[in-house]
């Protein structure tokens, strides 16, 4: 269940108006209006029933002003912001559930918690732009959605291990922002050394992993790994529709094991040239996995304290989405788990440039030394 919060500057009648396009465009995403139900065989599927989406309506007695434009730290508990179902329903079985919480200065926020096996980021993002579109009163979404789990390659899979081992972390969360002359900078030097070019993903996961293998303190023979998903789509042309519109699952786990003394030594651009290494890997490892060509399964995920897993949510759609009054001054996720250190990739909120560096990915005892050395990278 990812969870997040979408906050907009004004709107006329936002939760009315976000309701009765929600409506319409469930007709379309229709699995979303569904119930996730078990099945004989152990499998879940989920139950067209057209029983809707969970939807609440809030008000709240104050003005963005009042609470910082709702930047972080948060000055309201996101638990007000996100949907809360009845006692009568099981939040596990709710593909997707939406709260409009409107402010007394016309802005609004969209707390919103959809479940990442009906959709990846992208397919989601999908999903909540094509509500906009009709918001703003176009008939039907500008794409045409497509499921089809189906035809996503499922290779056979490796005899089960037993269940996967959740370990309890005591994680603590910070936000940092990082300047664009700072990511410019290494971009440069990096376009300097290698004569290619960087993303700024690269550039911030480098810097984010980097400072977290230093903090960590381990062995400098033992190895540290960095996890991100990486969309597959371009890999599936001649399966996925040519004019686009899947909104299921497509990627792939993108894994990078490196020796901690050598991450923890490297100059920013040596760490961002191993990431970029590991990418370039993506299409031969995926047309491996996908004729079953594997020993060990991509997906079956490894959470231990040395592993480091990213998302970023700057190129899914959510920052373009438009109910008729412009688009969100910021986007906050909440995709954070006690079992997995995790880093999420954003933007600060409008008008201000840069990147920001949402984390949960350090216990207490190297929480100093992390936001030391991720300094140098901070505003």
């Given at each position: 269940?990812?969870?997040?919060?979408?906050?907009?500057?004004?709107?006329?009648?936002?939760a009315?108006?976000?309701?009765?396009?929600?409506?319409?465009?469930?007709?379309q995403?229709?699995?979303?209006?569904?119930r996730?139900?078990?099945?004989?065989?152990?499998?879940?599927?989920?139950?067209?029933?057209?029983?809707?989406?969970?939807?609440?309506?809030?008000?709240?007695?104050c003005?963005?002003?009042?609470?910082?434009?709702?930047?972080?730290?948060?000055?309201?508990?996101?638990?007000?912001?996100?949907?809360l179902?009845?006692?009568?329903?099981?939040p596990?079985?709710?593909?997707?559930?939406?709260?409009?919480?409107?402010?007394?200065c016309?802005?609004?926020?969209?707390?919103?918690?959809s479940?990442?096996t009906?959709?990846?980021?992208?397919?989601?993002?999908?999903?909540?732009?094509?509500?906009?579109?009709?918001?703003?009163?176009?008939?039907?979404?500008?794409v045409?959605?497509?499921?089809?789990?189906e035809?996503?390659?499922?290779?056979?899979?490796?005899?089960?291990?037993?269940?996967?081992v959740l370990?309890?972390?005591?994680l603590?969360?910070?936000?940092?922002?990082?300047?664009?002359?700072?990511?410019?900078?290494?971009?440069?030097?990096?376009?300097?050394?290698?004569?290619?070019?960087?993303?700024?993903?690269?550039?911030a996961?480098?810097?984010?992993?980097?400072?977290?293998?230093?903090?960590?303190?381990?062995?400098p023979?033992?190895?540290?790994?960095?996890?991100?998903?990486?969309?597959?789509?371009?890999?599936?042309?001649?399966?996925?529709?040519?004019?686009?519109g899947?909104?299921?699952?497509?990627?792939?786990?993108?894994?990078?094991?490196?020796?901690?003394?050598?991450?923890?030594?490297?100059?920013?651009?040596?760490?961002?040239?191993?990431?970029r290494?590991?990418?370039a890997?993506?299409p031969?490892?995926?047309?491996k996995?996908?004729?079953?060509?594997?020993k060990?399964?991509?997906?079956?995920?490894t959470?231990?304290?040395?592993?480091?897993?990213?998302?970023?949510?700057?190129?899914?759609?959510?920052?373009?989405?438009?109910?008729?009054?412009?688009?969100?001054?910021?986007?906050?996720p909440?995709?954070?788990?006690?079992?997995?250190a995790?880093?999420?990739?954003?933007?600060?909120?409008?008008p201000?440039?840069?990147?920001?560096?949402?984390?949960?990915?350090?216990?207490?005892?190297?929480?100093?030394a992390?936001?030391?050395?991720?300094?140098?990278?901070?505003?």
């Amino acid at each position: 269940m990812v969870r997040s919060l979408h906050v907009f500057k004004h709107g006329r009648e936002p939760a009315r108006v976000i309701k009765e396009a929600l409506s319409k465009v469930l007709v379309q995403y229709h699995p979303f209006a569904g119930r996730f139900v078990d099945c004989e065989n152990g499998d879940v599927r989920v139950a067209c029933t057209g029983e809707g989406a969970w939807f609440v309506e809030a008000t709240a007695n104050c003005s963005f002003e009042d609470v910082k434009c709702l930047d972080l730290p948060l000055m309201i508990s996101k638990d007000e912001l996100l949907p809360l179902p009845s006692p009568d329903f099981d939040p596990m079985n709710l593909p997707l559930q939406m709260q409009v919480t409107e402010f007394t200065c016309g802005g609004f926020v969209v707390g919103l918690i959809s479940v990442h096996t009906i959709a990846d980021g992208l397919g989601a993002a999908q999903f909540v732009n094509a509500i906009g579109e009709v918001a703003r009163g176009l008939p039907t979404p500008t794409v045409d959605p497509v499921w089809a789990p189906e035809i996503i390659p499922s290779p056979p899979k490796l005899p089960p291990d037993g269940p996967p081992v959740l370990p309890a972390f005591k994680l603590l969360y910070d936000t940092m922002d990082v300047s664009l002359d700072a990511i410019n900078e290494i971009k440069a030097q990096y376009l300097e050394h290698t004569g290619q070019r960087c993303s700024t993903f690269d550039v911030a996961i480098a810097k984010l992993w980097r400072a977290r293998t230093r903090s960590i303190q381990l062995d400098p023979g033992a190895d540290v790994h960095l996890c991100f998903f990486a969309n597959a789509r371009h890999l599936l042309q001649q399966v996925l529709p040519a004019a686009g519109g899947y909104y299921g699952n497509c990627f792939y786990p993108v894994a990078v094991t490196a020796r901690s003394g050598h991450v923890a030594a490297a100059e920013h651009v040596d760490v961002v040239k191993i990431i970029r290494d590991a990418k370039a890997g993506l299409p031969g490892d995926f047309a491996k996995w996908a004729t079953g060509d594997f020993k060990e399964d991509p997906y079956e995920l490894t959470f231990t304290y040395d592993s480091l897993f990213v998302s970023d949510w700057t190129r899914l759609g959510f920052l373009d989405v438009d109910y008729g009054w412009g688009k969100p001054l910021h986007v906050i996720p909440f995709a954070y788990f006690d079992f997995m250190a995790v880093g999420i990739i954003g933007a600060p909120p409008a008008p201000r440039k840069g990147t920001r560096i949402m984390t949960q990915c350090v216990e207490k005892e190297h929480m100093e030394a992390f936001l030391e050395e991720m300094k140098s990278s901070a505003v």
